[in-house]
C-alpha cells in the first residue's frame, strides 16, 4: 500500500516544550510526547502490558515508565529496557512548520509484543478430582521466633486436625505472620484495569508470599476456614493485609466479568478479649460473599469476655479447656465440607453473572 503522509498540527512549540513527557489526543489517537535535550519525539501513548497511559508515566534516562505497572520504553525509539528490547511501541515523526509542531499519524512504526510467559496464577481456575480439600487460614499477627498462645488459632487446629483426621479432607494451613507480602498499593485507584490477576504486585515481584495465598484460595481448596482475634472490635490488621490484596479477584467480576471463585465455601474463627463478634463476622461474610463465596449454615463460632474482661491469661485458659469451643470448630468444620459437597455433586451452576454494576468509561 503506498504511503501517505497524515501531518497534523499537535500544537505551538512554545508550549508544548514546558513540558519532558505529556499525553496527546490528536484525531482519537493517544501519543506520548517527550521534550528531552531540546528535541521532541513521539511514540505511542500505549504500553504493551496493560494498555496503561504511558504519556501520563515519567522520563528518566531517555526511558517512559508507565505510570500502572512500571513497564519501560524508550522515548525516541520505542524499544523496551535493556533486555526487553523486543518490546516495541509505535513511534511517529515529527516535523516543525514555524512555531508549531507536527505529527505524521501514517508513519507510525509496528507494534511488537514479546511472548511473554503467563504467570502461574493466570492458569484456567478449575477443580481437581480428588477428597475435599479444606484450607485454613491464620490471620493472628505473631512472633515466629517467640510465639505465644493464640485462641483463634488453637481452634482453626481443631478444626484442621478433624477435617484431616476424622473426615478425610486434605489439609493445609496458612500462617499469615509467617508470610512476607506487600500492602495492596492501590493499582485499582489509577485506573480500574491496571488492577489485574494475578494482582500486579505479585506480577511484579517474584519474592512477594501473596502468591501461596491466591495459589491455596483461588486454585486449590473447597473449604476456607479463617480464624482471626478481635482487634479493637475489628477483624486482624494481617486479615484486612490480606483481603485487601484479593481485591484482584474481587475486580476481575466487575471488569472483566470473570469470576474466579466458584463452588467455595469459607467459613470463620472469632476470638477475642473484648466483644464485637457480629461486626466482625458481618465484615468477613460481606468481603466473602461479593468474590463468590458461600456459607454453611451457621457459618462461624466464636468466644468473647466482653470490654471488661482484660486478664487474658484467662481468655487462653478458657478456650484451651473448653469442650464446647472444640465441639463447636469441628461442627463448624463438618457443616462446611458437607456443603460444598453437595455444591460439587450437584454440579451448581458456576457462572453466575454479578448484576448491578456498571462502569460507562469500560463499555
Not at 14 to 19: D, F, H, I, N, S
Not at 115 to 125: M, Q, T
Request: charged share 25%; hydrophobic share 35%.
Amino acid at each position: 500500500m503506498e504511503y501517505k503522509p497524515e501531518w497534523q498540527i499537535i500544537g505551538e512549540i512554545k508550549e508544548l516544550a514546558q513540558k519532558p513527557l505529556q499525553e496527546i489526543s490528536i484525531s482519537k489517537t493517544k501519543i506520548a510526547l517527550t521534550y528531552l535535550d531540546g528535541n521532541f519525539s513521539a511514540v505511542s501513548g500505549f504500553c504493551n502490558h496493560s494498555g496503561g497511559p504511558l504519556g501520563r508515566g515519567k522520563l528518566s534516562d531517555g526511558y517512559i515508565t508507565c505510570p500502572w505497572h512500571n513497564w519501560k520504553f524508550h522515548h525516541k525509539t520505542g524499544k523496551g529496557e535493556p533486555g526487553f528490547e523486543s518490546d516495541c511501541i509505535p513511534t511517529y515523526l515529527l516535523k516543525i512548520e514555524g512555531d508549531k509542531l507536527l505529527i505524521d499519524l501514517a508513519s507510525a512504526s509496528p507494534r511488537h509484543k514479546s511472548p511473554h510467559a503467563a504467570h502461574p496464577l493466570a492458569r484456567e481456575v478449575k477443580r481437581s478430582p480428588g477428597p475435599i480439600r479444606v484450607l485454613g487460614i491464620s490471620t493472628t499477627n505473631m512472633d515466629e521466633s517467640n510465639p505465644r498462645t493464640s485462641t483463634s488459632d488453637l481452634l482453626l487446629e481443631v478444626a484442621i486436625k478433624h477435617a484431616s483426621a476424622t473426615l478425610k479432607a486434605e489439609v493445609q494451613t496458612i500462617r499469615l505472620s509467617q508470610l512476607q507480602f506487600r500492602a495492596c498499593e492501590g493499582y485499582y485507584s489509577k485506573a480500574a484495569r491496571a488492577c489485574t490477576w494475578p494482582c500486579s504486585i505479585t506480577q511484579m515481584d517474584p519474592e512477594d508470599q501473596m502468591e501461596k495465598v491466591y495459589e491455596a484460595f483461588v486454585h486449590w481448596a473447597d473449604v476456607v476456614v479463617i480464624a482471626t482475634p478481635i482487634r479493637w472490635g475489628n477483624a486482624s490488621s494481617l486479615y484486612y493485609k490480606m483481603v485487601e490484596r484479593m481485591n484482584c479477584v474481587q475486580n476481575q467480576i466487575t471488569i472483566a466479568n470473570r469470576q474466579l471463585i466458584t463452588n467455595k465455601v469459607v467459613s470463620m474463627i472469632i476470638t477475642g478479649g473484648q466483644d464485637n463478634i457480629q461486626s466482625v463476622a458481618g465484615q468477613l461474610l460481606g468481603f466473602f460473599s461479593e468474590i463468590g463465596c458461600t456459607f454453611p449454615p451457621f457459618p462461624y463460632i466464636a468466644h468473647s469476655r466482653g470490654w471488661t474482661a482484660e486478664d487474658m491469661e484467662k481468655n487462653v485458659i478458657q478456650v484451651s479447656e473448653s469442650k464446647d469451643l472444640r465441639s463447636g470448630a469441628q461442627a463448624l468444620v463438618e457443616r462446611s465440607i458437607e456443603t460444598v459437597k453437595m455444591m460439587i455433586e450437584t454440579e451448581q451452576e458456576k457462572k453466575l453473572e454479578r448484576g448491578g454494576r456498571k462502569d460507562h468509561d469500560l463499555a
